[in-house]
């Protein structure tokens, strides 16, 4: 009880006490709101678990998109929609990153919409990467013009 109450003392290692006499330690010095200090292995593990996932995906999607070029295209195409109809909202003063409907709906659906059209066109046969990446690029735009131009938070500006 007198490690709980010392202010800035180190807690005991489980080596000084039992291990649920510890464990005790630690649960009342996080109900009194105190947090130990982190450590480097706690730094680096932090790290790693906040950032690594993310050069993961991306090395992941890197790799994807050098083994299926009608992939990476049809990816590319559907973000080229997308950015096409947000800035032509831009124009006609909509505000499309203001409302949830573009961050919610129409970005993941554009991302599924590339995955389908570059599947289908594989089960299908399909050679011309550029009616396929061209169709892709009309739907996507066509669903961020039609969905977000709805969204009233996106309208709001002056």
């Known amino acids: 009880?007198?490690?709980v109450l010392a202010p800035n003392s180190a807690p005991a290692g489980p080596a000084s006490i039992a291990p649920g006499e510890f464990l005790a330690l630690l649960i009342v010095r996080a109900m009194?709101?105190?947090e130990p200090k982190a450590t480097l292995v706690d730094k680096v593990t932090n790290f790693f678990v906040d950032n690594l996932w993310q050069y993961a995906h991306i090395a992941g999607a890197a790799f994807l998109?050098?083994?299926?070029r009608l992939l990476c295209s049809c990816s590319i195409a559907g973000f080229v929609g997308l950015i096409a109809a947000c800035m032509l909202?831009?124009?006609?003063?909509?505000?499309?990153t203001h409302g949830d409907r573009l961050w919610r709906t129409v970005v993941p659906v554009c991302g599924a919409l590339a995955v389908v059209f570059s599947i289908g066109a594989r089960l299908m046969?399909?050679?011309s990467h550029m009616k396929i990446c061209g169709a892709l690029l009309a739907v996507c735009f066509g669903i961020t013009m039609?969905?977000?131009k709805g969204d009233k938070d996106a309208r709001l500006r002056h």
Not at 65 to 68: A, Q, S
């Open 89 to 96: 909202l831009e124009a006609t003063r909509v505000s499309p």
């Open 1 to 3: 009880l007198a490690q």
């Open 65 to 68: 998109f050098y083994e299926d």
């Open 32 to 34: 009194l709101g105190e």
């Open 146 to 148: 039609v969905t977000v």
């Open 125 to 127: 046969g399909w050679t």
